[in-house]
């Protein structure tokens, strides 16, 4: 029997194994594991043993089919969707979370973003959670309605979203269109500041935020990530760890030590070079 409607899912790739144990030190030192979700850890084919985590894998595929085969493996009905390159820096707030969920649920929400970014225009309604307004995002003049940054979707409508064959960014680019024409309400909460990003909304002044930093950019660690390691370096039990992501680092080594994967499909950019000429 599940423990609670909401999984919170970190949905990561085995090129990315070298990320899981920088995700875990700082997610366990941030994240108050009171807060009433299950934790799962999505792979590939590597076993990950994550403190507090059930490992559940997906096998290879492209990346679309590879979040809906994981859906298909849990009970809850609401997903909160991280990434293993996502390193919390700043205490997450129990009670936040607790009415965030209370008010998913009760009004059957399908989509609530969690970070904040200059690319969502939003407009407030009259209610808060401990002083954060929850506002709703204006479709039409939004970006990036579909993204894989924290939220917290519907299962049903997030699988929905789920093309088959769409790498991530293909996702994005073609799920944010489909997501204009369907023209679905989604909320927003200025919860996390992601990179550091400033809140958009109308929140009462007093609001206290958490923050995450994505630290990886095409299969490399980004300079984002040098705050981290600096900090890894007073945890002496993972100083080989560290000597490995400081060595990565300063050299420009992809986690797994292959070439840096491209981030648009030849179609793409292709389609992008004959606008330039025009």
């Not at 859906?71 to 809850?76: A, G």
């Not at 009259?126 to 003049?141: A, M, Q, R, T, W």
């Not at 917290?152 to 996702?171: D, I, M, S, T, Y």
């Not at 990565?248 to 030849?266: A, C, S, Y």
Request: glycine share 4%; aromatic share 14%; with cysteine.
């Amino acid at each position: 029997m599940k423990k609670n409607n909401i999984a919170l899912i970190v949905h990561a790739c085995d090129r990315y194994e070298l990320l899981f144990k920088g995700f875990e030190y700082f997610f366990s030192k941030n994240w108050d594991f009171d807060i009433p979700v299950n934790y799962y850890f999505a792979t590939e084919e590597v076993s990950a043993g994550l403190a507090n985590f059930k490992n559940i894998k997906s096998g290879k595929g492209e990346w679309s089919n590879r979040l809906s085969t994981l859906f298909d493996q849990i009970e809850e009905d609401y997903i909160l969707y991280f990434q293993e390159d996502m390193w919390l820096n700043k205490p997450v707030d129990k009670e936040v979370f607790t009415e965030l969920f209370k008010q998913t649920l009760a009004n059957q929400w399908n989509l609530v973003k969690l970070n904040s970014s200059e690319v969502f225009k939003t407009n407030s309604t009259p209610l808060f959670i401990k002083g954060f307004n929850v506002s709703v995002l204006d479709n039409k003049e939004s970006n990036f309605l579909m993204s894989h940054q924290v939220s917290l979707w519907n299962k049903a409508f997030f699988k929905q979203q789920l093309k088959p064959n769409e790498h991530p960014w293909r996702n994005e680019r073609k799920g944010t269109k489909r997501l204009k024409e369907l023209n679905p309400e989604i909320f927003h909460l200025d919860y996390f500041a992601e990179n550091g990003n400033p809140a958009i909304n109308k929140n009462t002044p007093d609001i206290v935020r958490s923050e995450y930093q994505s630290i990886s950019m095409n299969a490399t660690l980004n300079h984002n990530a040098a705050p981290f390691l600096e900090e890894l370096k007073s945890a002496p039990h993972l100083a080989a760890y560290t000597e490995k992501l400081i060595y990565n680092f300063e050299n420009g080594i992809t986690h797994d030590g292959k070439p840096k994967p491209l981030k648009k499909d030849l179609f793409k950019k292709i389609k992008d070079w004959v606008k330039g000429k025009k």
